[in-house]
């Protein structure tokens, strides 16, 4: 069945980094905006990254820009965040997800159509 699925999550020290990939199954994600948000434990989730489907433009949050870069290979069907400088609150579920709906709705959950199971982030020494 359709589906998106998350990988890469780890343990990893604090300053480390981690690749996460998240990948399509029975479906193309070139025209789809691809997000990544996370939840920590007690808080509710929220988006991290963003990448258009056209050019392939990438968006952050403060709290992760310049430590975190999402890109995607339509080629392997699949959207990559390389985390690195990780901190300790970096520690949560990621999930990836994909919309079809227009780029300026990317912060809505609801504009996105499928979901991933969630990869676990844990930063600690």
């Known amino acids: 069945q359709v589906q998106l699925v998350e990988s890469g999550g780890g343990l990893v020290q604090p300053g480390g980094s981690l690749r996460l990939s998240c990948a399509a199954s029975?479906?193309?994600?070139?025209?789809?905006?691809i997000g990544w948000f996370r939840q920590a434990p007690g808080k509710e989730r929220e988006g991290v990254s963003y990448?258009?489907?056209?050019?392939?433009?990438?968006y952050y949050i403060d709290s992760v820009k310049d430590r975190f870069t999402i890109t995607r290979d339509n080629a392997e069907n699949t959207v990559f965040l390389q985390m690195n400088s990780l901190k300790p609150e970096d520690t949560a579920v990621y999930y990836c997800?994909?919309?079809?709906?227009?780029?300026?709705?990317?912060?809505?959950?609801?504009?996105?159509?499928?979901w991933g199971q969630g990869t676990q982030v844990t930063v600690s020494s």
């Open positions: 997800a994909a919309s079809r709906r227009q780029l300026h709705l990317k912060t809505w959950e609801g504009a996105y159509d499928y």
């Open positions: 029975k479906f193309t994600l070139d025209y789809y905006t």
């Open positions: 990448i258009s489907p056209s050019d392939g433009s990438a």
